[in-house]
């Protein structure tokens, strides 16, 4: 059975757990670096779950908190369940913990971005099954 608990602390078996896994989300961006993780976990606006199968990782996200004039939202990011165990109610927990730290922190929407295409189908599916609604927006990014 698998268990969803929050990350408090930069471990041995977080980092390399991280290296496994953040690959398979997005092969081209490099691996967050110890002291990365750790400003995460520093991070009060920041929550960083872990899935648990027995006593491995197999899946991770971050839940960001942060207010706009309008809402107090919650972002979910870098949503990724190792490929061993998808379709086994991995991904489902662990959206469904993200969604439990959003409310304990007041958010009134939580809002994450998927991609596209094959790949992300599964992904998709689960969001839309959970509740969430795709957006007609236009997603930008600025690299600073």
Known sequence: MVRIEAA???TEE???ALARLLPQLNAT?????IERIEAILADTAATLLVARDGDRIVG???V?????????????DEVVVDSSVRGKGVGEALVSACIEVAREKG???V?????RGPAREVANRLYRRMGFEPRDT??????L
């Open 14 to 16: 977080l980092y390399e």
């Open 29 to 33: 961006l490099p691996v967050p670096s």
């Open 138 to 143: 236009n997603v930008y990014r600025l690299k």
């Open 111 to 115: 809002e994450l971005q998927s991609g």
């Open 8 to 10: 408090n602390e930069v």
């Open 107 to 109: 958010a009134e929407i």
């Open 64 to 76: 960001i908190s942060y207010a706009t004039p309008f809402w107090l939202k919650a972002r979910l």
């Open 60 to 62: 991770t996200a971050t």
